[in-house]
Nanobody, 112 residues
Framework: QVQLVESGGGLVQPGGSLRLSCTASGFTFWGYDMRWYRQAPGKERELVAQVSTGGNKKYAESVKGRFTISRDNDKKTLTLQMNSLKPEDTAVYYC??????WGQGTQVTVSS
């Protein structure tokens, strides 16, 4: 069964940190570019960060210098380390592989 399962979301105060994880199964993880998206209430889903099969990384301007994406092909895991969180980072975060493989999402809320 093709599956992506996210974990690690929660409530954090501004300036805090969270680490999101995404575990893959049922497909050749190492063969896919992997991405984190987020969707805030009333807004379109946006690309936050991506890492290619070769390890090249790209970030949205809004998260550069604060978020770090990484992948472990042996463990079939994608992570997103989020530091210096801001209220505007509040959203549901989704893990993605290719065009059609999506996780169920994990809620991140940044609030005092």
């Amino acid at each position: 069964q093709v599956q992506l399962v996210e974990s690690g979301g929660g409530l954090v105060q501004p300036g805090g940190s969270l680490r999101l994880s995404c575990t893959a199964s049922g497909f050749t993880f190492w063969g896919y570019d992997m991405r984190w998206y987020r969707q805030a209430p009333g807004k379109e889903r946006e690309l936050v960060a991506q890492v290619s099969t070769g390890g090249n990384k790209k970030y949205a301007e809004s998260v550069k210098g604060r978020f770090t994406i990484s992948r472990d092909n042996d463990k079939k895991t994608l992570t997103l380390q989020m530091n210096s969180l801001k209220p505007e980072d509040t959203a549901v975060y989704y893990c993605n592989a290719g065009v059609t493989i999506w996780g169920q999402g994990t809620q991140v809320t940044v609030s005092s």
